[in-house]
């Protein structure tokens, strides 16, 4: 069937009726490369708008869909492309939306009607949301808070993590004292009260970070148990979890790699944790691991494997 | 030609010679589904070692490569495959990378000799840069520093552009005051050195953001130009764009959303911008754009189409 080109409808959204296809669920916001016609482009389901009850053809509520389900959505594109209704032409009208990072196609569908600008309702209602963030980065936002003496492999297996979780397609950002020291908390001094606003500021930072989708790891001493109690109320304890690296003073004294712990034996560096400060060990960190028993690649296996379950 | 399985090699890392067939160029880190043999899983390159002049067959020095070059590099995977070198067995030791966006096979290789762990340099020597960050992400990171009068819509602009950037497959964070003043800044009021001090950890944040290769989007009135300038050193010349929203005061007074502007003309709110604290209007701001002459959206259509040239 031929059809004229001024039937068809120039227009970045739409109402449309989807079968939804993937295992995952769909929630509203979630990014996709959508096909229809000859056009493969990026889009997103805005809004459900509701589920069809395939028996008695109800209409339903719903914030996200599963497997086998239907239900009808707007959905933008990020240009302007050229369709029809199905019901016009079914050609035109009907389309899949592809998963950016599976390739598979996770849901078919026909495009019921336009949505014209004037009438764009769509965008105004629903903002990006953490959610959403990260769904579009396909997994759940963590921050991995590792612990530990000056000296004890904190940074080392902090990184080693950061490149095993984006070797495997994660989205991730380490915050140490490299990028946190000279920047955000440069106006911060080592007394008592610049450590706890050192700890709280680092804590904030991982819950925006969390917000944008990303798994964060910091590698901080953070000695004090109040303070990483109070960065557990901050980042939230669903997303939070302490990874204690306890190998013990005498190991991190003997690799001294910065030769800290001579300069705080001479009483140069004071309030120095483990020497001339306390370090209030973790009595119920989610992960506990002593790199002075393994290699840092077996270290790093077995936090990975432990992380697991939070994933 | 069957092959015994006990000649099969079983490790994660291994080092290839590649054909690099994208036209984007490959940068060290970058992250790839490897398809070898029958299995399908995460991979990066972590190193790429030499390039080969295809006429002399000289190995020249390369951190990136282009189209059609051929390089040696080391792969990383997620998990173990089981593989072996090409040259003892032409399947089992040929691989396509596939990219994770587009999903377009980037590249051919032939693995030459599996790295074992115990001589995995490769981990060791690379970290997980800002620019690997971004280049998983496929974008530039950018901080779009939105700045403007108490309603002339900043915020709606900023959330209208997050919408569109996400909608393309961009991903962002929006920094406003909702998720700033309560979290990371809720220990400063608003005395003048407060003021500067919230800027800059605005700006910090961003440039973190941006190291994690997130294009970040904040809506802060922002008035001083010192601390815009201060702003644009912390996060970086050629990642900061800044959007005066130049809304006229009489317009954003008339829309007086929140009722400030009445109760700052009662004397009720000192030091409130525009009324009884100044605005220092950029003079060189990149992108200029006054809500009051036209809709939302189509503010949203001329920044979005003033911002192509900084992505």
């Not at 996709?32 to 589920?51: E, H, N, P, Q, W």
């Not at 053809?57 to 029809?84: F, P, Q, S």
Request: glycine share 6%; with cysteine.
């Amino acid at each position: 069937m031929l059809v004229k080109d001024t039937e068809l409808i120039v227009s970045s959204m739409f109402t449309a009726v989807i079968l939804w296809m993937d295992d995952s669920e769909l929630t509203q916001g979630k990014n996709f490369l959508v096909k229809i016609g000859t056009k493969l482009i990026s889009a997103a389901v805005m809004d459900i708008k509701y589920r069809i009850d395939i028996h008695t053809g109800e209409h339903l509520a719903a914030t996200r869909l599963y497997k086998n389900e239907i239900a009808v959505c707007d959905i933008a594109a990020a240009e302007e492309i050229v369709y029809d209704t199905f019901q016009k032409h079914k050609g035109a009208g009907s389309f899949i939306l592809i998963d950016r990072v599976t390739n598979m196609t996770s849901a078919c569908g026909v495009v019921e009607h336009s949505l014209r600008r004037s009438e764009n309702i769509v965008w105004q209602k629903l903002d990006i949301t953490r959610e959403i963030r990260a769904g579009r980065m396909g997994q759940k936002p963590l921050t991995l808070w590792f612990t530990g003496l000056s000296g004890s492999g904190k940074s080392a297996l902090a990184n080693e993590l950061e490149k095993r979780l984006s070797v495997a397609g994660r989205y991730t950002m380490l915050l140490d004292g490299d990028n946190i020291r000279m920047g955000l908390n440069k106006n911060l001094g080592f007394e008592p009260e610049d450590r706890i606003e050192n700890i709280r500021r680092i804590a904030e930072v991982a819950r925006l970070m969390n917000d944008a989708g990303l798994i964060v790891l910091t590698a901080f001493i953070s000695p004090f148990a109040g303070d990483r109690q109070n960065a557990r109320n901050i980042v939230g304890e669903t997303n939070f979890v302490e990874i204690y690296v306890s190998t013990p003073l005498e190991e991190c004294e003997r690799r001294d790699a910065k030769g800290l712990y001579q300069k705080a034996r001479e009483g140069r560096i004071p309030n120095f944790t483990g020497i001339s400060s306390p370090y209030e060990a973790p009595k119920n960190a989610d992960i506990v691991i002593d790199t002075s028993r393994q290699s840092l690649e077996e270290s790093a296996d077995l936090v990975l494997q432990a992380l697991e379950k939070y994933m």
